[in-house]
């Protein structure tokens, strides 16, 4: 099959402006414990900064994604990177862990305009290899949040937090590109016919699938944002460094950017509700080893768990996008981020599980959401993973 040239350069313009989005939002995660000391935060009160990011920036995402479904999402994406550049820089200027959250939220509000309508757009542009399109899109992220751990807590080791500040530049150069970028935007980067999204909708029979696949997103958002919250704090427990700590995480998404175009590939070429299910499935006990284990198997143990949840990443994605696909902005958005806004709502609940047990123990507990991710896959009907028409998946009652 021929290569359509000018649509693979957009998803890489795309998948570039991805490693950005999710550089700066990973940046406070593996700070978390130093944001602690630094604004003698309790354990319970930490929690709740990347539960109000997460909720504040996932929760808006289908509405986002309704708006681009509308738009010219390459001018949308410039306009998320933008916002994420100049909040995500200004942190080192709070005076307080307040101040901190508004910024950090408002960075959040520029992820949210970002992520449907840039997951939108790869799978509009490739739509016959939809799942490594999205591998691709979301390997770019993966390789944002692999570098953001070392930069932040290397550049506050070196020079302080207040230095931080000098991260705004490349995210204002990629903004400016990806705008001239927009406005030569090709027909297929708009939906020519979006259909009217109603909430009504989701009560029909056809729309089942796509409640199965938030539930089960829900799920491994959990697992996600629980780790990203917490395993800074993990490491401290354990007498990890700061440098340490960052060096670790971005190990960890490295392997899970490798799980993800592996996942990627093997998904436009067996069954991805299999694929999905292995995925759940054997990531859980890694995620449970790397907390049972904190010596040097621990480390391992976490790259393999990175790299076998990841596996599963993009066939949620794709799979909601076939049951809208007049609305792939939309049914990203509800996958991606209102799974993850509804996640971000147990890291409170996490932190106090951690006070009260371990971090160890609250993070064991968080690994066993795998069992009914893998449970409820069963529920999802073949037909969508054998489907290579996405117009097919209809929602007609």
Same mark, same amino acid.
């Given at each position: 099959?021929?290569?359509?040239?000018?649509?693979?350069?957009?998803?890489?313009?795309?998948?570039?402006?991805?490693?950005?989005?999710?550089?700066?939002?990973?940046?406070?995660?593996?700070?978390?414990?130093?944001?602690?000391?630094?604004?003698?935060?309790?354990?319970?009160?930490? +929690?709740? %900064?990347?539960?109000?990011? &997460?909720?504040?920036? /996932?929760?808006?995402? !289908?509405?986002? *994604?309704? #708006?681009?479904? @509308?738009?010219?999402?390459?001018?949308?994406?410039?306009?998320?990177?933008?916002?994420?550049?100049?909040?995500?820089?200004?942190?080192?200027?709070?005076?307080?862990?307040?101040?901190? +959250?508004? %910024?950090?939220?408002?960075? &959040?509000?520029?992820? /949210?305009?970002?992520? !449907?309508?840039? *997951?939108? #757009?790869?799978? @509009?542009?490739?739509?016959?290899?939809?799942?490594?399109?999205?591998?691709?899109?979301?390997?770019?992220?993966?390789?944002?949040?692999?570098?953001?751990?070392?930069?932040?807590?290397?550049?506050?080791?070196?020079?302080?937090?207040?230095?931080?500040?000098?991260?705004?530049? !490349?995210?204002?150069?990629?903004?400016?590109?990806?705008?001239?970028?927009?406005?030569?935007?090709?027909?297929?980067?708009?939906?020519?016919?979006?259909?009217?999204?109603?909430?009504?909708?989701?009560?029909?029979?056809?729309?089942?699938?796509?409640?199965?696949?938030?539930?089960?997103?829900?799920?491994?958002?959990?697992?996600?944002?629980?780790?990203?919250?917490?395993?800074?704090?993990?490491?401290?427990?354990?007498?990890?460094?700061?440098?340490?700590?960052?060096?670790?995480?971005?190990?960890?998404?490295?392997?899970?950017?490798?799980?993800?175009?592996?996942?990627?590939?093997?998904?436009?070429?067996?069954?991805?509700?299999?694929?999905?299910?292995?995925?759940?499935?054997?990531?859980?006990?890694?995620?449970?080893?790397?907390?049972?284990?904190?010596?040097?198997?621990?480390?391992?143990?976490?790259?393999?768990?990175?790299?076998?949840?990841?596996?599963?990443?993009?066939?949620?994605?794709?799979?909601?996008?076939?049951?809208?696909?007049?609305?792939?902005?939309?049914?990203?958005?509800?996958?991606?981020?209102?799974?993850?806004?509804?996640?971000?709502?147990?890291?409170?609940?996490?932190?106090?599980?951690?006070?009260?047990?371990?971090?160890?123990?609250?993070?064991?507990?968080?690994?066993?959401?795998?069992?009914?991710?893998?449970?409820?896959?069963?529920?999802?009907?073949?037909?969508?993973?054998?489907?290579?028409?996405?117009?097919?998946?209809?929602?007609?009652?």
């Amino acid at each position: 099959m021929p290569t359509n040239k000018p649509a693979l350069r957009r998803v890489f313009y795309t998948t570039f402006a991805h490693t950005a989005i999710d550089f700066y939002m990973l940046l406070s995660p593996p700070l978390w414990a130093f944001f602690k000391t630094h604004f003698s935060l309790t354990l319970s009160q930490v +929690a709740i %900064l990347p539960s109000v990011v &997460s909720v504040c920036g /996932s929760i808006t995402q !289908p509405f986002m *994604g309704y #708006l681009g479904d @509308r738009r010219n999402r390459m001018a949308l994406v410039a306009l998320g990177v933008l916002i994420c550049a100049v909040f995500v820089s200004s942190i080192g200027f709070a005076p307080s862990a307040p101040i901190l +959250a508004l %910024l950090l939220i408002a960075a &959040s509000m520029g992820s /949210s305009l970002f992520h !449907p309508n840039a *997951g939108g #757009l790869v799978t @509009r542009l490739l739509p016959e290899r939809s799942n490594m399109a999205m591998a691709i899109f979301l390997t770019g992220g993966t390789l944002g949040m692999a570098i953001a751990p070392i930069v932040g807590t290397q550049i506050i080791a070196r020079h302080g937090l207040e230095k931080i500040w000098i991260i705004i530049f !490349p995210g204002l150069i990629l903004s400016a590109f990806l705008y001239l970028a927009s406005r030569k935007s090709a027909p297929e980067e708009i939906e020519k016919a979006p259909a009217r999204f109603d909430l009504s909708i989701l009560r029909t029979r056809a729309m089942r699938p796509l409640l199965v696949l938030y539930a089960i997103s829900v799920f491994r958002s959990l697992i996600h944002s629980g780790f990203v919250s917490f395993t800074a704090l993990l490491g401290e427990s354990w007498g990890w460094s700061t440098g340490k700590i960052g060096w670790v995480f971005s190990g960890y998404l490295l392997a899970s950017t490798a799980g993800r175009m592996v996942g990627g590939y093997l998904g436009d070429r067996v069954s991805p509700r299999k694929l999905l299910a292995f995925s759940n499935a054997t990531s859980a006990p890694f995620h449970i080893g790397f907390c049972l284990f904190p010596g040097p198997a621990a480390i391992p143990l976490f790259f393999i768990a990175g790299f076998l949840f990841d596996l599963g990443i993009t066939t949620t994605i794709v799979l909601a996008q076939r049951v809208l696909p007049q609305n792939t902005s939309t049914a990203t958005g509800l996958v991606m981020g209102f799974a993850w806004g509804a996640a971000g709502l147990m890291i409170p609940l996490i932190g106090k599980l951690a006070e009260l047990t371990s971090i160890a123990d609250a993070l064991i507990v968080v690994s066993l959401s795998l069992i009914p991710a893998t449970i409820l896959v069963v529920l999802l009907p073949t037909e969508i993973s054998t489907q290579t028409e996405p117009a097919k998946a209809t929602a007609d009652d």
